[in-house]
């Protein structure tokens, strides 16, 4: 009787070990396997009514309780988050990603509302730093329909209809360095004509002895796109002079006005800077006036060039934009100007243009 107690004893102080062994075991595994942290640095630019920092990290985090949002950006990813309401209430967003060793990337997207802009933005955000973020339908607050993300419903509530959509075609991929992709409300490529307005300066050599400066206005029609065949049609209209010279046998003075077509097939976009290359050609007239001579008397020129130009545009806030060209043609009519019996110039075989100025972009 006694050595069957010892024995039913021995069981279970055995069956005990082996309980808590197992339990320590899964404890160690639980705390040694922690979920790494995805770190990042976030700013949000965009009107208080729209969006803000803390309403778009709510629904970030909404969709992986891995990312986490630091101050310092020396070795963690840099996102600049921009949220523009522009014409007939089209909301565009965009995000930048600087990589910690250099590499940039963007993503542009349009949608109907803030709301649904910012849920666009927080989807990319979550998918770019945590690949196995929850790409369902998710509340700011955290929770998370398991069936909605599993399997969307034959009928999405509005939200999901608004935000959704906007971003079905945005896989983001860091490895993609300056990057450009705009995409609608519906997720099919954006395409939208954009007409620009512009005043600036603009200098010309070589109808002249000197390079002549004065005043340019540009209207600009475009087709953009998400490719970098994004055409566009830029007229300039000019007025440019020059200061009297003195050519020893008289005075002379220079006037040009003239119009400038470019046709700009394609645009290279990099974050908010644009580069188009463009065939260029211009008409006007070209007028100089002699005084201080014993004939005195003005001509007026027909002048043309035809060539190519490269054009800049910085793309700003409030629908602004900042500008800049440089033109190079080669000049159809030369011809030459003097005090007889001495030829002082001739008009120079290729025409340089170059101007900056400020447009105003619609919508």
């Not at 976030?42 to 992986?64: G, I, K, N, W």
């Not at 019996?341 to 025409?351: G, I, L, M, Y």
Request: include cysteine.
């Amino acid at each position: 009787m006694r050595s069957e107690q010892v024995d039913s004893l021995a069981v279970f102080r055995l069956a005990l070990g082996l309980a808590l062994a197992g339990l320590l075991a899964a404890g160690g595994v639980a705390t040694a396997a922690p979920a790494s942290v995805a770190p990042a640095r976030l700013e949000v630019e965009a009107l208080p009514a729209c969006s803000t920092r803390d309403e778009l990290v709510a629904r970030v985090v909404a969709r992986s309780t891995r990312i986490r949002f630091v101050n310092d950006a020396s070795r963690v990813p840099d996102l600049t988050a921009r949220l523009e309401i522009g014409a007939k209430g089209v909301v565009v967003a965009e995000l930048l990603v600087v990589e910690p060793d250099g590499r940039k990337f963007q993503r542009r997207i349009e949608a109907p509302s803030c709301a649904a802009a910012t849920d666009a933005l927080a989807l990319v955000i979550a998918i770019t730093l945590d690949p196995s973020a929850n790409t369902g339908e998710v509340s700011p607050g955290g929770t998370t329909d398991a069936a909605n993300a599993a399997s969307p419903p034959a009928e999405a509530p509005p939200r999901a209809q608004e935000a959704a959509p906007a971003v079905a075609s945005l896989p983001p991929s860091p490895a993609r360095a300056a990057d450009v992709d705009t995409v609608a409300a519906d997720g099919s490529p954006a395409g939208a004509f954009r007409f620009t307005v512009g005043v600036g300066a603009e200098a010309v050599a070589g109808p002249a002895p000197v390079a002549m400066p004065g005043p340019a206005v540009e209207l600009q029609a475009g087709y953009e796109r998400t490719s970098i065949l994004s055409p566009a049609l830029v007229l300039t209209f000019a007025h440019l002079w020059s200061d009297p010279l003195n050519e020893g046998a008289g005075t002379a003075r220079f006037a040009l006005d003239w119009a400038g077509l470019d046709a700009c097939p394609v645009r290279l976009a990099v974050a908010r800077i644009e580069v188009r290359a463009c065939a260029a050609a211009s008409f006007g007239r070209l007028t100089a006036e002699g005084s201080e001579t014993y004939d005195p008397r003005a001509v007026a020129r027909p002048f043309a060039t035809a060539g190519g130009a490269a054009r800049l545009s910085l793309l700003l806030p409030l629908h602004l934009e900042v500008r800049a060209r440089f033109g190079a043609g080669a000049t159809l009519w030369r011809d030459a100007f003097q005090f007889r019996p001495d030829v002082f110039h001739r008009v120079a075989s290729v025409t340089l243009v170059g101007d900056v100025g400020i447009g105003v972009r619609f919508p």
